[in-house]
Structure formats: C-alpha cells, structure tokens
C-alpha cells in the first residue's frame, strides 16, 4: 500500500493544495528496472564485500576490517531501499514491494511492518509540537526543559549527547529495540517482528559458517555502527538544522512542515549515492511517494524546490550544537540560551520582592 501525504492542510487554498500536488504527481510513478539495477548495485557488492571477508580473516582480520567499514555504507543504502519499499515505492507492485521490503529489512535488522506503521506516524506528525515523541528525535522547547525535573533533564542531555546519540542508540536500536514488538502492535506487526528475527538468525548461522562465529560477531557490529552511525546522522540532520520549522496546533501545515521543516541536505556525490538520494528530505516529506532515484530530478526540474535552502555538509556540522526548540525566537537553540531565559526570571523575581 502506497502512502499518501497525511494529513492535508486545510487552512490553504484549494488552488495551493493543487499546485504541489500536480508538480509531485509527475515524478510519483515507480519503475521496475530503476529499482532492480538499484538493488543489484546496492546487494551485489554488500554480499561481495561480505565473501571478500571471508577470505580476509584467514590471512589477518585486520584486512576484513576495511572492508566492513564499506559494508556499513551499503547497509545505508540497503535501507533506502528498504524505506522506500515501505513507503509502496519503490516498485509498481505492492507484493514486490513487501518481499524486497522483508528482505532487506533482514539485512537492515529492521523488521519490515513495524517500521512502516511507526515511519508513518512520522511522516503525519513530523515539524508538529503537540504531536512529538513517535518517530523522531527527542526535542524539548526552552520552556519544557526549564520546567522538568533534575532526572529528566539529565535523561535529555544523555539523549541528546553525541556520542549515545550517533553510537550507542542506533546500536540499541538495530540489536535490541527491533527484536521486539511494540505495546500497541497488532498480530501482522508482531509476526513481521518474528519472521526478521528468524531471518537474522538463518543469516548469523551463514555467515558464521564464512568467517566463524567470533569474527562474525565483530564484523557484523562494526558494520552496524557505521551504517547506524551514519543513517541516524542523516535523519538528525534532516529535522534538526538551522532554519527549521515547528509549529503548534492548528498553525501546523502538511507542506509547510515538509518543505521548511525538512532539510535539502547537498552532500558530495558519492555520499549522495550511497544514502540514496534521501538528502533531498523536503521532496520526500512532501510525497513519500516519489522514489529515491527520481528525488533529485523532481529538485532540479521544479522550481518550488529549487528555491529552498540547502544545507552543506559542513554547514550541517552546526547541527551539533542545537538541543531545544525556542518557541520566542522560532529557532533551535543550544544549553547556552537557557542562561538567557533563566536570568530575565531572576530579575524579574527580585523586583517583585
């Protein structure tokens, strides 16, 4: 099943509605042979580079440990795939789309339907203040963490800290999180948990079998971090640059949070090929149901698009600096700007004793 853009605004015009739908509706269309030369691209060489490794370890292990480093870029790229199979386009075939999905969600450590629920409820909340916590990064406003408690303030500034942020989270996600069904998981979800779960085990006996039992071990974490590391660096990128937009009930938009509240992250060729073309996160957010590999001929050929900010690869670096949202300058801020909402209270405190 496709996804359609949720949620559609409805303080625009009937005649604005229309204008960026007719211009997504154009490039919507998914195509077989794309997205079988993307997967042979992207698998080939994944499950090349994991023979090369087995070769490697029986001379020195520290060979195969390059080559697990290039595997995490192609778990990065694998996982487009995978996204895009559960957005329903990535192929014209639903039922194409579901078993390229599961399979690749296997590779991916991610089980296939209950991602594809949770990314969902991502997709309709996204940029929405009152609607945070499902799908995206833990983002407090000023006024939230000034309020909260010494524990949960401490549990923020651990959340949010780069090193358990870009390592240790995407690991716990990956290994722990998706090896079980959610609270609130119906019987499809629950049996996709169960289904990945025995794909990861049929594929750890494999390529146990390959390089051995400890090698595996090491090398399939390695490849994890890195293609973790990196993949929750682009989705933190995409919703936590300068610039971005967030608003509250009923002033939240469905395009506005799209184009505005989602990054054109301009990376370097190469980079751009191996995250799939998931840089341009303003097309997608705007319609999921525009494949990876026509994102970018939908921004250069469309002139909505190409009107919007582009963040650099080292202009996003300053991304690491921002920790909460500040709802009186619209803007996200770092710990630093508390001191200039704490003091105004101070004073103000003093002069009414």
């Given at each position: 099943m496709r996804t359609q853009p949720a949620l559609e605004p409805e303080n625009k015009s009937s005649h604005a509605r229309a204008a960026w739908r007719d211009i997504v509706s154009k490039y919507q269309k998914p195509a077989i042979w794309p997205g079988v030369w993307q997967i042979v691209n992207t698998l080939v060489p994944y499950a090349a580079l994991w023979y090369l490794m087995s070769l490697a370890v029986h001379v020195s292990f520290w060979l195969a440990v390059p080559l697990a480093i290039l595997a995490g870029g192609f778990v990065i790229r694998t996982f487009i795939i995978f996204h895009d199979c559960g957005h329903g386009s990535f192929f014209p075939s639903r039922k194409a789309n579901d078993i390229v999905g599961f399979i690749t969600g296997v590779l991916t450590?991610?089980?296939?339907?209950?991602?594809?629920?949770?990314?969902?409820?991502?997709?309709?909340?996204?940029?929405?203040?009152?609607?945070?916590?499902?799908?995206?990064?833990?983002?407090?406003?000023?006024?939230?963490?000034?309020?909260?408690s010494r524990w949960k303030r401490f549990a923020y500034r651990l959340a949010r800290n780069p090193f358990i942020l870009f390592c240790i989270a995407p690991v716990f996600l990956f290994l722990i999180r998706h090896r079980f069904a959610g609270a609130d998981a119906g019987p499809r979800e629950r049996r996709?948990?169960?289904?990945?779960?025995?794909?990861?085990?049929?594929?750890?006996?494999?390529?146990?079998?390959?390089?051995?039992?400890?090698?595996?071990?090491?090398?399939?974490?390695?490849?994890?971090?890195?293609?973790?590391?990196?993949?929750?660096?682009?989705?933190?990128?995409?919703?936590?640059?300068?610039?971005?937009?967030?608003?509250?009930?009923?002033?939240?938009?469905?395009?506005?949070?799209?184009?505005q509240g989602s990054s054109f992250y301009k990376l370097p060729k190469i980079l751009q090929w191996f995250s799939g073309n998931i840089g341009f996160h303003h097309i997608h957010h705007l319609s999921p149901n525009i494949p990876n590999y026509r994102l970018e001929k939908c921004h250069r050929s469309e002139p909505l698009f190409r009107a919007v900010k582009a963040v650099t690869f080292f202009s996003s670096l300053k991304s690491l600096t921002f920790r909460l949202w500040d709802e009186q300058r619209q803007k996200l801020v770092g710990y630093r700007a508390l001191r200039l909402a704490v003091i105004p209270k101070q004073n103000a405190a003093k002069r009414r004793r």
């Amino acid at each position: 099943m496709r996804t359609q853009p949720a949620l559609e605004p409805e303080n625009k015009s009937s005649h604005a509605r229309a204008a960026w739908r007719d211009i997504v509706s154009k490039y919507q269309k998914p195509a077989i042979w794309p997205g079988v030369w993307q997967i042979v691209n992207t698998l080939v060489p994944y499950a090349a580079l994991w023979y090369l490794m087995s070769l490697a370890v029986h001379v020195s292990f520290w060979l195969a440990v390059p080559l697990a480093i290039l595997a995490g870029g192609f778990v990065i790229r694998t996982f487009i795939i995978f996204h895009d199979c559960g957005h329903g386009s990535f192929f014209p075939s639903r039922k194409a789309n579901d078993i390229v999905g599961f399979i690749t969600g296997v590779l991916t450590f991610t089980p296939y339907r209950q991602w594809t629920r949770e990314h969902a409820i991502h997709h309709a909340t996204s940029g929405d203040l009152d609607r945070r916590g499902r799908g995206d990064v833990w983002t407090l406003t000023v006024q939230e963490y000034l309020e909260a408690s010494r524990w949960k303030r401490f549990a923020y500034r651990l959340a949010r800290n780069p090193f358990i942020l870009f390592c240790i989270a995407p690991v716990f996600l990956f290994l722990i999180r998706h090896r079980f069904a959610g609270a609130d998981a119906g019987p499809r979800e629950r049996r996709s948990v169960a289904w990945t779960n025995l794909g990861l085990l049929l594929l750890a006996i494999g390529l146990s079998s390959l390089v051995g039992l400890k090698a595996y071990v090491v090398l399939q974490l390695i490849v994890l971090m890195v293609g973790g590391a990196a993949g929750m660096w682009l989705f933190y990128v995409q919703h936590q640059f300068e610039d971005v937009h967030w608003q509250h009930q009923p002033e939240w938009d469905y395009a506005d949070a799209a184009l505005q509240g989602s990054s054109f992250y301009k990376l370097p060729k190469i980079l751009q090929w191996f995250s799939g073309n998931i840089g341009f996160h303003h097309i997608h957010h705007l319609s999921p149901n525009i494949p990876n590999y026509r994102l970018e001929k939908c921004h250069r050929s469309e002139p909505l698009f190409r009107a919007v900010k582009a963040v650099t690869f080292f202009s996003s670096l300053k991304s690491l600096t921002f920790r909460l949202w500040d709802e009186q300058r619209q803007k996200l801020v770092g710990y630093r700007a508390l001191r200039l909402a704490v003091i105004p209270k101070q004073n103000a405190a003093k002069r009414r004793r």
